[in-house]
């Protein structure tokens, strides 16, 4: 009963967490079976797979609901990151996996300065009219005839215009290569990316990745469940939990500071770095 | 500061037809989640009825004997019946998605939803025939 309780409050924590930032709440749920339950990693990563998936659905519903998340954004840079998965998961006993996870710390660290900085991500107004072909023309005084929203516009979302988005697609590719590769949540690349690349709001790029982190998680999960590898007793108790915090953590996430928001965000960049740094001298 | 909403173009907003259809996707998932949540959760009561430790070691997926399972309020059946709805959840919801976009005749969206399933079935699939 003791055990069932901590890891339902466990689960309340990770999935408010997982929810607010964006990042599924894996980052939490490991370390606590592993080293508070004494499960193996396999395990555990399996019903962190499960908890990955429950936050996201529990909050990229509220975040749907209310127009925080851009869905149109997030499907279009989830198939790169899917794209990137499946290479990655291809070619991962071509690389050296310390020297991956080496670069990918520098990776993190460099992000945690430019989110620490708070820069640029300033809603682009003006972008949308470079890719308006008659925006710029000569002599162009009558009044535009109506036009279709060029590709950009309609990934776009209220208030703010999204940019670079071939920055974006190399990126999401990158994420689901490294997410192969090292078994991390793409959140840790996704958010930086849609918020400092792309010009995402960070309160909508931190929505848009819950939505995203589902669908890779769930397609891991599949087979996770066919091998074998998620036991329905743990992951049952803090399944719950994870619903719970991530449902509370999407309906109050917009009552945090945006400072606060960033500097949460920092701190998770900093400590998921020392640890693959800790992960490679050991 | 660098997160203030702004005016923007009209060209950018959500037209009322995609605004609805996320918001129907919204709550497609969130009650699909509570169903998911109220399975789990009638499994672990019945984990604690009958005395189960989070630590014992619970049983794998058997498709074959979950009907009779559920009705012999096993509760391992409605804990893995609530897994699979927590899995299916993100995969129904970009099926819902692509219905939505073809109704609006978005064909390149269209194009994205099913290519992020083709992509995730060769994914799930290569793994299982490697591992198998």
Known sequence: MLVGLLMLGGGVAAGAFGSVLGLGGGVLIVPLLTLGFGLPLREAVGVSLICVIMTSSAAAGVYLERHVANMRLGMTLELFTAIGALVGGSIAFLLSERLLSFLFAGLLLYTAAMMARGRPAEPDVESGTETDPDADAPGATEPAPPRQPTQLERLSGDGYHVRNLGRGVVGATGAGVVSALLGIGGGTIKVPLMHLAMGVPLRVATATSNMMIGITAAASAVIYIIHGGIDPYVAGPTGIGVFLGATAGSRLSHRIALRYLRLMFVVVLVYTALQMLLRDVA | MTDSIQPTAPAATMSDRSAAAERLIGQLLIAVTYVAVGLLAIGVLLMIANGISPLSEGPPLDLAT???????????????????????????????????????????????????????????????????
Do not use: F, K
């Open chain 2, 66 to 132: 979950l009907a009779s399972d559920l009705l012999a309020l096993e509760p391992a059946a409605y804990l893995w019946l609530g897994l699979l709805t927590v899995v299916a959840a993100p995969i129904g919801r970009v099926i819902v998605a692509a219905i939505a976009y073809a109704r609006e005749a978005d064909w390149l969206m269209v194009g994205v939803s099913l290519a992020i399933l083709a992509v995730i079935a060769i994914g799930v699939g290569s793994a299982l025939t490697v591992t198998v």
